[in-house]
Protein backbone atom coordinates (compact mmCIF):
# COMPACT_ATOMS: atom_id res chain seq x y z
CA UNK A 1 0.00 0.00 0.00
CA UNK A 2 1.10 3.79 -0.68
CA UNK A 3 0.14 6.19 1.32
CA UNK A 4 1.10 9.60 -0.37
CA UNK A 5 -0.75 12.46 1.07
CA UNK A 6 -3.30 13.10 -1.05
CA UNK A 7 -4.50 16.23 -3.04
CA UNK A 8 -7.86 17.52 -1.76
CA UNK A 9 -10.55 18.82 -3.78
CA UNK A 10 -10.20 22.35 -4.75
CA UNK A 11 -12.84 24.86 -3.99
CA UNK A 12 -15.90 25.22 -6.59
CA UNK A 13 -15.70 21.23 -7.07
CA UNK A 14 -18.61 20.48 -9.00
CA UNK A 15 -20.57 18.28 -6.86
CA UNK A 16 -23.37 16.70 -9.20
CA UNK A 17 -25.66 14.31 -10.33
CA UNK A 18 -26.81 13.06 -13.36
CA UNK A 19 -29.66 11.87 -15.86
CA UNK A 20 -31.05 11.37 -19.01
CA UNK A 21 -34.23 12.89 -20.83
CA UNK A 22 -35.47 9.68 -22.17
CA UNK A 23 -34.77 7.69 -18.82
CA UNK A 24 -36.55 9.84 -16.23
CA UNK A 25 -38.77 12.08 -18.18
CA UNK A 26 -42.35 10.41 -19.14
CA UNK A 27 -44.78 12.33 -20.93
CA UNK A 28 -43.73 11.00 -23.82
CA UNK A 29 -46.16 12.91 -26.20
CA UNK A 30 -46.93 16.07 -23.59
CA UNK A 31 -47.66 19.89 -24.69
CA UNK A 32 -46.16 19.06 -28.04
CA UNK A 33 -43.68 16.38 -28.08
CA UNK A 34 -42.88 14.51 -31.36
CA UNK A 35 -41.58 11.18 -30.80
CA UNK A 36 -38.02 10.03 -30.62
CA UNK A 37 -36.70 6.55 -32.34
CA UNK A 38 -36.44 5.37 -28.83
CA UNK A 39 -40.36 5.58 -28.80
CA UNK A 40 -40.66 3.93 -31.64
CA UNK A 41 -38.21 1.16 -30.60
CA UNK A 42 -38.69 0.77 -27.05
CA UNK A 43 -42.37 -0.78 -28.21
CA UNK A 44 -40.62 -2.87 -30.71
CA UNK A 45 -41.41 -6.70 -29.28
CA UNK A 46 -37.78 -8.15 -28.06
CA UNK A 47 -35.95 -4.88 -28.15
CA UNK A 48 -35.68 -3.91 -24.54
CA UNK A 49 -35.68 -5.69 -20.87
CA UNK A 50 -39.62 -6.95 -20.48
CA UNK A 51 -40.33 -4.36 -22.90
CA UNK A 52 -39.91 -1.38 -20.29
CA UNK A 53 -40.20 1.89 -22.24
CA UNK A 54 -39.83 5.45 -21.20
CA UNK A 55 -43.40 6.59 -21.36
CA UNK A 56 -43.77 7.75 -18.17
CA UNK A 57 -40.28 6.75 -16.68
CA UNK A 58 -39.74 8.02 -13.24
CA UNK A 59 -42.57 10.88 -14.89
CA UNK A 60 -39.78 13.61 -14.00
CA UNK A 61 -41.81 15.64 -16.51
CA UNK A 62 -44.79 16.02 -14.00
CA UNK A 63 -42.59 15.85 -10.36
CA UNK A 64 -39.91 17.39 -11.29
CA UNK A 65 -40.36 20.46 -8.27
CA UNK A 66 -39.88 17.34 -6.02
CA UNK A 67 -37.09 16.28 -7.66
CA UNK A 68 -35.46 19.38 -7.57
CA UNK A 69 -36.39 19.40 -4.01
CA UNK A 70 -34.43 16.59 -3.12
CA UNK A 71 -31.42 17.73 -5.08
CA UNK A 72 -31.60 21.24 -2.64
CA UNK A 73 -31.98 19.41 0.32
CA UNK A 74 -28.95 16.64 -0.41
CA UNK A 75 -27.13 19.99 -1.21
CA UNK A 76 -25.95 19.13 -4.94
CA UNK A 77 -24.21 21.52 -6.87
CA UNK A 78 -24.34 20.71 -10.14
CA UNK A 79 -27.24 18.69 -12.14
CA UNK A 80 -26.63 17.49 -15.68
CA UNK A 81 -29.43 16.43 -17.48
CA UNK A 82 -30.19 16.09 -21.24
CA UNK A 83 -32.85 18.22 -23.42
CA UNK A 84 -35.36 15.98 -26.03
CA UNK A 85 -34.53 16.91 -29.21
CA UNK A 86 -38.16 16.10 -30.32
CA UNK A 87 -39.25 18.00 -27.18
CA UNK A 88 -38.20 21.00 -28.60
CA UNK A 89 -38.26 20.26 -32.24
CA UNK A 90 -41.21 17.51 -32.96
CA UNK A 91 -40.44 16.97 -36.62
CA UNK A 92 -36.54 17.52 -36.23
CA UNK A 93 -36.31 21.06 -37.70
CA UNK A 94 -38.69 24.05 -38.86
CA UNK A 95 -40.76 25.60 -35.99
CA UNK A 96 -39.56 25.36 -32.59
CA UNK A 97 -42.12 23.69 -29.82
CA UNK A 98 -43.18 26.60 -27.44
CA UNK A 99 -44.39 23.66 -24.88
CA UNK A 100 -41.07 21.80 -24.48
CA UNK A 101 -39.02 25.01 -24.28
CA UNK A 102 -40.87 26.28 -21.24
CA UNK A 103 -40.65 22.80 -19.32
CA UNK A 104 -36.87 23.08 -19.42
CA UNK A 105 -37.03 26.38 -19.28
CA UNK A 106 -39.56 25.52 -15.93
CA UNK A 107 -36.86 22.97 -14.35
CA UNK A 108 -33.62 25.56 -15.19
CA UNK A 109 -35.36 28.15 -13.27
CA UNK A 110 -36.11 25.89 -10.31
CA UNK A 111 -32.65 24.00 -10.00
CA UNK A 112 -30.74 27.94 -10.30
CA UNK A 113 -33.65 29.26 -7.56
CA UNK A 114 -31.75 26.71 -5.70
CA UNK A 115 -27.92 27.31 -6.42
CA UNK A 116 -27.39 24.41 -8.49
CA UNK A 117 -25.47 24.60 -11.92
CA UNK A 118 -27.36 23.30 -14.50
CA UNK A 119 -24.94 21.32 -16.76
CA UNK A 120 -27.01 20.48 -19.77
CA UNK A 121 -26.56 17.95 -22.42
CA UNK A 122 -27.91 18.54 -26.10
CA UNK A 123 -28.49 14.84 -27.33
CA UNK A 124 -28.61 11.81 -25.29
CA UNK A 125 -29.77 8.87 -27.98
CA UNK A 126 -33.42 10.32 -28.66
CA UNK A 127 -33.05 11.60 -31.86
CA UNK A 128 -36.62 13.03 -33.51
CA UNK A 129 -38.18 9.60 -35.40
CA UNK A 130 -39.10 12.19 -37.84
CA UNK A 131 -35.41 12.31 -39.33
CA UNK A 132 -35.07 8.61 -38.86
CA UNK A 133 -37.93 8.30 -41.34
CA UNK A 134 -36.74 10.72 -43.55
CA UNK A 135 -33.11 9.80 -43.55
CA UNK A 136 -32.06 7.61 -41.27
CA UNK A 137 -30.84 9.98 -38.83
CA UNK A 138 -27.16 9.69 -38.02
CA UNK A 139 -26.39 7.79 -41.23
CA UNK A 140 -26.84 10.84 -43.32
CA UNK A 141 -25.00 14.53 -43.61
CA UNK A 142 -28.16 16.18 -43.54
CA UNK A 143 -28.34 15.51 -40.04
CA UNK A 144 -25.93 17.68 -39.26
CA UNK A 145 -27.42 21.31 -40.73
CA UNK A 146 -30.56 20.01 -38.49
CA UNK A 147 -28.45 19.36 -35.33
CA UNK A 148 -27.07 22.49 -35.20
CA UNK A 149 -30.20 23.94 -35.66
CA UNK A 150 -31.36 22.51 -32.90
CA UNK A 151 -28.54 23.82 -30.85
CA UNK A 152 -28.57 26.93 -31.87
CA UNK A 153 -32.58 26.98 -30.38
CA UNK A 154 -31.01 26.18 -26.99
CA UNK A 155 -28.07 28.47 -27.11
CA UNK A 156 -30.42 30.81 -27.81
CA UNK A 157 -33.01 30.73 -25.77
CA UNK A 158 -30.90 29.07 -22.21
CA UNK A 159 -27.24 30.90 -22.96
CA UNK A 160 -27.65 33.45 -20.42
CA UNK A 161 -28.88 30.87 -17.71
CA UNK A 162 -26.42 27.55 -18.49
CA UNK A 163 -22.53 27.78 -18.12
CA UNK A 164 -21.72 24.20 -18.82
CA UNK A 165 -22.94 22.12 -21.74
CA UNK A 166 -22.47 18.81 -23.33
CA UNK A 167 -22.56 18.45 -26.96
CA UNK A 168 -23.70 14.56 -27.89
CA UNK A 169 -23.70 11.98 -24.74
CA UNK A 170 -21.49 9.12 -25.22
CA UNK A 171 -20.87 9.03 -28.86
CA UNK A 172 -18.86 5.59 -28.68
CA UNK A 173 -21.53 3.84 -27.12
CA UNK A 174 -24.97 4.84 -28.67
CA UNK A 175 -23.32 3.68 -31.90
CA UNK A 176 -21.33 1.22 -31.26
CA UNK A 177 -24.79 -0.31 -30.19
CA UNK A 178 -26.58 0.68 -33.33
CA UNK A 179 -24.27 -0.42 -35.71
CA UNK A 180 -22.02 -2.71 -34.75
CA UNK A 181 -24.19 -4.65 -31.87
CA UNK A 182 -27.83 -3.93 -33.62
CA UNK A 183 -28.95 -3.18 -30.25
CA UNK A 184 -30.17 0.78 -30.16
CA UNK A 185 -32.13 1.98 -33.38
CA UNK A 186 -31.45 1.04 -36.42
CA UNK A 187 -30.17 -1.85 -34.94
CA UNK A 188 -27.90 -3.45 -37.64
CA UNK A 189 -24.34 -5.10 -38.02
CA UNK A 190 -22.13 -2.77 -40.95
CA UNK A 191 -18.63 -1.72 -39.87
CA UNK A 192 -18.70 0.97 -42.82
CA UNK A 193 -22.22 2.45 -42.12
CA UNK A 194 -20.92 2.62 -38.04
CA UNK A 195 -17.81 4.73 -39.44
CA UNK A 196 -19.95 7.02 -41.09
CA UNK A 197 -22.37 7.88 -38.86
CA UNK A 198 -19.72 8.39 -36.56
CA UNK A 199 -18.52 10.98 -39.10
CA UNK A 200 -21.22 13.20 -39.55
CA UNK A 201 -21.90 13.12 -34.70
CA UNK A 202 -18.06 14.54 -35.33
CA UNK A 203 -19.43 16.98 -37.92
CA UNK A 204 -22.21 17.38 -35.61
CA UNK A 205 -20.13 18.02 -32.38
CA UNK A 206 -17.95 20.89 -34.45
CA UNK A 207 -20.90 22.68 -36.09
CA UNK A 208 -22.77 22.73 -32.55
CA UNK A 209 -19.20 24.18 -30.35
CA UNK A 210 -18.72 26.38 -33.90
CA UNK A 211 -22.11 27.93 -33.31
CA UNK A 212 -21.72 28.15 -29.24
CA UNK A 213 -18.70 30.37 -29.16
CA UNK A 214 -20.84 32.88 -31.25
CA UNK A 215 -23.91 32.57 -29.48
CA UNK A 216 -22.63 31.35 -25.63
CA UNK A 217 -19.67 33.38 -25.16
CA UNK A 218 -18.95 33.05 -21.51
CA UNK A 219 -19.85 28.94 -21.41
CA UNK A 220 -18.10 25.76 -21.50
CA UNK A 221 -18.89 22.91 -23.58
CA UNK A 222 -17.53 19.52 -24.61
CA UNK A 223 -18.55 16.40 -25.72
CA UNK A 224 -18.78 13.33 -22.99
CA UNK A 225 -17.24 10.32 -23.79
CA UNK A 226 -17.66 6.65 -22.10
CA UNK A 227 -13.97 5.82 -21.33
CA UNK A 228 -12.87 2.07 -20.73
CA UNK A 229 -9.29 1.94 -20.42
CA UNK A 230 -7.84 -0.72 -22.36
CA UNK A 231 -5.69 -3.34 -20.64
CA UNK A 232 -3.06 -5.76 -21.93
CA UNK A 233 -4.17 -9.56 -20.51
CA UNK A 234 0.08 -10.87 -20.39
CA UNK A 235 3.17 -9.22 -21.07
CA UNK A 236 2.75 -11.08 -23.99
CA UNK A 237 3.98 -8.51 -26.88
CA UNK A 238 1.27 -9.68 -29.07
CA UNK A 239 -1.52 -8.90 -26.14
CA UNK A 240 0.06 -5.68 -25.95
CA UNK A 241 -0.51 -5.21 -29.54
CA UNK A 242 -3.69 -6.09 -28.78
CA UNK A 243 -4.74 -3.65 -26.12
CA UNK A 244 -3.04 -0.97 -27.83
CA UNK A 245 -4.93 -1.75 -31.00
CA UNK A 246 -8.05 -1.67 -28.44
CA UNK A 247 -6.95 1.50 -27.02
CA UNK A 248 -7.06 2.92 -30.42
CA UNK A 249 -10.21 1.92 -31.81
CA UNK A 250 -12.65 2.13 -28.88
CA UNK A 251 -10.82 5.51 -27.29
CA UNK A 252 -8.16 7.25 -29.46
CA UNK A 253 -10.93 7.17 -32.14
CA UNK A 254 -13.49 9.66 -30.85
CA UNK A 255 -11.34 11.38 -28.28
CA UNK A 256 -8.75 12.46 -30.52
CA UNK A 257 -11.11 13.84 -33.21
CA UNK A 258 -12.92 16.07 -30.51
CA UNK A 259 -9.84 17.07 -29.35
CA UNK A 260 -7.34 17.33 -32.05
CA UNK A 261 -9.75 17.27 -34.72
CA UNK A 262 -7.67 14.54 -36.59
CA UNK A 263 -8.59 10.65 -36.78
CA UNK A 264 -5.74 8.13 -35.57
CA UNK A 265 -3.03 7.22 -37.56
CA UNK A 266 -2.86 3.19 -37.22
CA UNK A 267 -6.77 2.80 -36.90
CA UNK A 268 -7.14 5.09 -40.48
CA UNK A 269 -4.67 2.70 -41.98
CA UNK A 270 -6.52 -0.57 -40.83
CA UNK A 271 -10.18 1.09 -42.09
CA UNK A 272 -8.48 2.11 -45.37
CA UNK A 273 -6.97 -1.35 -45.78
CA UNK A 274 -10.37 -2.61 -44.99
CA UNK A 275 -12.53 -0.78 -46.93
CA UNK A 276 -14.54 0.85 -44.12
CA UNK A 277 -13.32 4.26 -43.91
CA UNK A 278 -15.60 6.89 -43.73
CA UNK A 279 -16.17 9.15 -46.56
CA UNK A 280 -14.54 12.70 -46.17
CA UNK A 281 -15.58 15.54 -47.73
CA UNK A 282 -14.07 19.22 -48.63
CA UNK A 283 -13.77 21.41 -45.72
CA UNK A 284 -14.36 18.61 -42.85
CA UNK A 285 -10.66 18.22 -41.91
CA UNK A 286 -10.80 22.05 -41.52
CA UNK A 287 -14.20 22.40 -39.38
CA UNK A 288 -13.36 19.25 -37.26
CA UNK A 289 -9.91 21.02 -36.63
CA UNK A 290 -11.52 24.21 -35.77
CA UNK A 291 -14.15 23.33 -32.92
CA UNK A 292 -11.88 22.66 -29.77
CA UNK A 293 -13.84 21.83 -26.61
CA UNK A 294 -13.12 23.44 -23.47
CA UNK A 295 -13.17 20.48 -21.57
CA UNK A 296 -14.23 16.54 -21.91
CA UNK A 297 -16.79 15.30 -20.24
CA UNK A 298 -15.99 11.34 -19.07
CA UNK A 299 -18.28 8.72 -17.94
CA UNK A 300 -16.34 5.70 -16.49
CA UNK A 301 -17.64 2.03 -15.22
CA UNK A 302 -15.35 -0.20 -15.89
CA UNK A 303 -11.91 -1.58 -17.58
CA UNK A 304 -11.66 -3.67 -20.05
CA UNK A 305 -8.64 -6.49 -20.49
CA UNK A 306 -8.26 -7.42 -24.22
CA UNK A 307 -6.01 -10.49 -26.07
CA UNK A 308 -4.40 -11.33 -29.20
CA UNK A 309 -7.69 -12.00 -31.74
CA UNK A 310 -6.79 -14.09 -34.82
CA UNK A 311 -7.37 -13.22 -38.31
CA UNK A 312 -10.50 -16.08 -38.39
CA UNK A 313 -11.18 -14.69 -34.61
CA UNK A 314 -14.27 -13.41 -32.57
CA UNK A 315 -15.86 -10.62 -33.69
CA UNK A 316 -18.92 -8.33 -32.05
CA UNK A 317 -21.53 -10.69 -30.15
CA UNK A 318 -23.54 -9.11 -26.97
CA UNK A 319 -23.71 -8.06 -23.61
CA UNK A 320 -25.13 -8.70 -20.66
CA UNK A 321 -28.88 -6.96 -20.26
CA UNK A 322 -30.12 -9.47 -17.97
CA UNK A 323 -28.54 -8.77 -14.81
CA UNK A 324 -27.28 -12.25 -14.60
CA UNK A 325 -23.57 -13.15 -13.33
CA UNK A 326 -20.70 -14.19 -16.29
CA UNK A 327 -23.69 -13.89 -19.22
CA UNK A 328 -21.31 -11.86 -20.85
CA UNK A 329 -19.83 -12.73 -24.46
CA UNK A 330 -16.19 -12.53 -25.69
CA UNK A 331 -16.30 -9.75 -27.80
CA UNK A 332 -13.61 -8.28 -30.95
CA UNK A 333 -12.33 -7.28 -33.89
CA UNK A 334 -10.96 -10.41 -35.96
CA UNK A 335 -7.37 -9.65 -36.69
CA UNK A 336 -7.18 -7.09 -33.98
CA UNK A 337 -8.21 -7.97 -30.05
CA UNK A 338 -10.89 -9.56 -28.19
CA UNK A 339 -12.05 -9.44 -24.30
CA UNK A 340 -11.40 -11.69 -21.51
CA UNK A 341 -12.23 -11.08 -17.90
CA UNK A 342 -9.83 -9.67 -15.17
CA UNK A 343 -9.22 -12.32 -12.60
CA UNK A 344 -8.02 -9.69 -10.09
CA UNK A 345 -11.34 -7.37 -10.26
CA UNK A 346 -14.60 -8.51 -9.11
CA UNK A 347 -17.57 -7.94 -10.89
CA UNK A 348 -21.33 -6.22 -10.79
CA UNK A 349 -24.26 -8.31 -11.58
CA UNK A 350 -23.64 -7.22 -14.98
CA UNK A 351 -20.29 -8.19 -15.58
CA UNK A 352 -18.96 -5.11 -15.58
CA UNK A 353 -15.24 -4.81 -13.38
CA UNK A 354 -15.12 -2.97 -10.33
CA UNK A 355 -12.00 -1.00 -10.87
CA UNK A 356 -11.34 2.32 -8.99
CA UNK A 357 -7.90 2.75 -10.30
CA UNK A 358 -9.50 2.48 -13.73
CA UNK A 359 -10.91 5.95 -13.25
CA UNK A 360 -7.18 7.51 -12.25
CA UNK A 361 -6.04 5.18 -15.17
CA UNK A 362 -8.16 6.86 -17.11
CA UNK A 363 -7.87 10.35 -15.95
CA UNK A 364 -4.11 10.11 -16.59
CA UNK A 365 -4.35 8.68 -20.03
CA UNK A 366 -6.96 11.21 -21.09
CA UNK A 367 -4.85 14.26 -19.24
CA UNK A 368 -1.40 13.23 -20.70
CA UNK A 369 -2.82 12.79 -24.16
CA UNK A 370 -5.09 15.86 -24.54
CA UNK A 371 -4.10 18.10 -21.59
CA UNK A 372 -7.74 19.31 -21.29
CA UNK A 373 -9.94 20.11 -18.38
CA UNK A 374 -11.92 17.04 -17.24
CA UNK A 375 -15.57 16.68 -15.85
CA UNK A 376 -16.89 13.59 -14.82
CA UNK A 377 -20.04 13.53 -16.34
CA UNK A 378 -21.16 10.01 -14.90
CA UNK A 379 -19.77 7.24 -12.61
CA UNK A 380 -21.61 5.15 -10.76
CA UNK A 381 -23.18 1.34 -9.88
CA UNK A 382 -25.98 -0.63 -10.88
CA UNK A 383 -27.43 -2.91 -9.16
CA UNK A 384 -30.96 -4.83 -7.98
CA UNK A 385 -31.94 -2.45 -5.15
CA UNK A 386 -34.10 -3.47 -2.12
CA UNK A 387 -36.70 -1.53 -0.38
CA UNK A 388 -36.40 -3.30 3.30
CA UNK A 389 -39.03 -4.14 5.28
CA UNK A 390 -37.82 -0.53 7.14
CA UNK A 391 -39.14 1.26 4.33
CA UNK A 392 -35.11 2.16 3.41
CA UNK A 393 -33.11 0.87 0.77
CA UNK A 394 -29.58 0.10 2.25
CA UNK A 395 -27.25 0.41 -0.55
CA UNK A 396 -23.77 0.34 1.08
CA UNK A 397 -22.46 -1.66 -1.99
CA UNK A 398 -23.11 1.70 -3.65
CA UNK A 399 -21.33 3.70 -0.80
CA UNK A 400 -18.34 1.72 -1.14
CA UNK A 401 -18.02 2.09 -4.78
CA UNK A 402 -18.69 5.91 -4.88
CA UNK A 403 -16.09 6.23 -2.01
CA UNK A 404 -13.20 4.53 -4.04
CA UNK A 405 -13.71 5.99 -6.82
CA UNK A 406 -13.67 9.49 -5.41
CA UNK A 407 -10.67 8.68 -3.73
CA UNK A 408 -9.47 7.50 -7.53
CA UNK A 409 -10.19 11.21 -8.54
CA UNK A 410 -8.42 12.80 -5.52
CA UNK A 411 -5.57 10.42 -7.10
CA UNK A 412 -5.87 11.34 -10.29
CA UNK A 413 -5.90 15.63 -9.01
CA UNK A 414 -2.74 14.84 -7.27
CA UNK A 415 -1.14 13.38 -10.37
CA UNK A 416 -2.17 16.72 -12.03
CA UNK A 417 -5.60 16.55 -13.70
CA UNK A 418 -7.79 19.20 -14.03
CA UNK A 419 -10.86 17.96 -13.05
CA UNK A 420 -14.05 20.36 -12.96
CA UNK A 421 -16.40 18.07 -10.81
CA UNK A 422 -17.93 14.81 -10.40
CA UNK A 423 -21.58 14.06 -11.49
CA UNK A 424 -22.62 10.70 -9.85
CA UNK A 425 -24.98 8.49 -12.65
CA UNK A 426 -27.77 8.87 -11.35
CA UNK A 427 -29.83 11.70 -8.95
CA UNK A 428 -33.07 9.42 -9.11
CA UNK A 429 -33.49 5.94 -10.34
CA UNK A 430 -34.00 5.50 -13.83
CA UNK A 431 -34.85 3.44 -16.80
CA UNK A 432 -32.06 1.64 -17.89
CA UNK A 433 -32.29 1.99 -22.13
CA UNK A 434 -31.75 -2.02 -22.46
CA UNK A 435 -32.03 -3.38 -18.38
CA UNK A 436 -35.31 -1.95 -17.48
CA UNK A 437 -35.87 -0.33 -14.12
CA UNK A 438 -34.32 -3.51 -12.39
CA UNK A 439 -30.84 -2.09 -12.67
CA UNK A 440 -30.96 0.72 -10.69
CA UNK A 441 -28.30 4.15 -9.48
CA UNK A 442 -29.64 6.24 -8.52
CA UNK A 443 -29.56 8.35 -4.83
CA UNK A 444 -33.16 7.93 -4.44
CA UNK A 445 -35.06 4.85 -5.15
CA UNK A 446 -38.57 5.26 -7.26
CA UNK A 447 -40.76 2.84 -6.61
CA UNK A 448 -41.84 1.05 -9.98
CA UNK A 449 -41.51 -2.15 -11.88
CA UNK A 450 -40.62 -2.87 -15.30
CA UNK A 451 -44.68 -2.42 -16.78
CA UNK A 452 -46.12 -0.80 -13.29
CA UNK A 453 -45.18 2.54 -12.20
CA UNK A 454 -47.06 1.87 -9.07
CA UNK A 455 -47.05 5.08 -7.04
CA UNK A 456 -43.54 6.41 -8.07
CA UNK A 457 -42.52 7.57 -4.79
CA UNK A 458 -38.58 9.22 -4.58
CA UNK A 459 -37.29 7.23 -1.12
CA UNK A 460 -34.00 8.62 0.46
CA UNK A 461 -31.20 5.41 -0.08
CA UNK A 462 -28.15 5.10 2.72
CA UNK A 463 -26.20 6.72 -0.51
CA UNK A 464 -28.52 9.96 -0.30
CA UNK A 465 -26.88 10.92 3.22
CA UNK A 466 -23.82 9.67 2.70
CA UNK A 467 -23.06 11.89 -0.61
CA UNK A 468 -25.26 14.96 1.54
CA UNK A 469 -21.73 14.87 3.53
CA UNK A 470 -19.28 14.38 0.90
CA UNK A 471 -20.74 17.08 -0.74
CA UNK A 472 -21.26 19.54 2.76
CA UNK A 473 -17.13 18.30 3.55
CA UNK A 474 -16.11 19.39 0.07
CA UNK A 475 -14.60 15.45 -0.15
CA UNK A 476 -13.03 15.52 2.74
CA UNK A 477 -15.40 12.88 4.31
CA UNK A 478 -15.25 10.25 2.27
C1 LIG B 1 -24.16 5.34 -19.95
C2 LIG B 1 -25.29 6.17 -20.44
O1 LIG B 1 -23.82 4.47 -20.98
O2 LIG B 1 -24.33 4.49 -18.87
C3 LIG B 1 -26.52 6.15 -19.55
O3 LIG B 1 -24.90 7.47 -20.74
C4 LIG B 1 -26.71 4.75 -19.01
O4 LIG B 1 -27.61 6.63 -20.29
C5 LIG B 1 -25.52 4.44 -18.12
O5 LIG B 1 -27.90 4.55 -18.33
C6 LIG B 1 -25.60 3.09 -17.45
O6 LIG B 1 -25.76 2.09 -18.39
P1 LIG B 1 -26.82 0.94 -18.16
O7 LIG B 1 -26.71 0.06 -19.36
O8 LIG B 1 -26.42 0.25 -16.92
O9 LIG B 1 -28.13 1.64 -18.04
Redesign the pocket.
Known amino acids: MHHRQLAPFPEGFLWGAAS?AY?IEGGWNADGKGPSVWDVFSKQPGRTYQGSNGDVAVDHYHRYQEDVALMAEMGLMAYRFSISWPRIFPQGRGEANEGGLAFYERLIDALLAHGIEPVVTLY??DAPQALMDEYGAWESRRIVDDFEHYCRALFTRFGAKVRYWITL??QN?DTTRSFLLAKHPPAVRDRQRFYQANHHAFLANARAIRAFRQLVPGGKIGP?F?YCPAYAASSRPQDVVAAESAEEFTNHWWLDVYATGRYPASAWAWLVEHGQAPRIEGGDAELLAEAKPDFLGI?Y?YSQVFEDNALDGVGETDFN?SGQKGSTPVNGVPGLYKTTANPHLPTSN?D?AIDPDGLRITLRRVTSRYNLPVLIT?N?L?EFDQLSDDGKVHDGYRIDYLRHHLLACQQAISDGTKLMGYCA??FTD?L????GYQ?R?GFVYVNRTETDPLDLARIRKDSFYWYRDVIASNGRKL
Not at 432 to 435: A, G, I, Y
Open positions: AQHWNEITCNYTWWEGGWSLSWLNKY
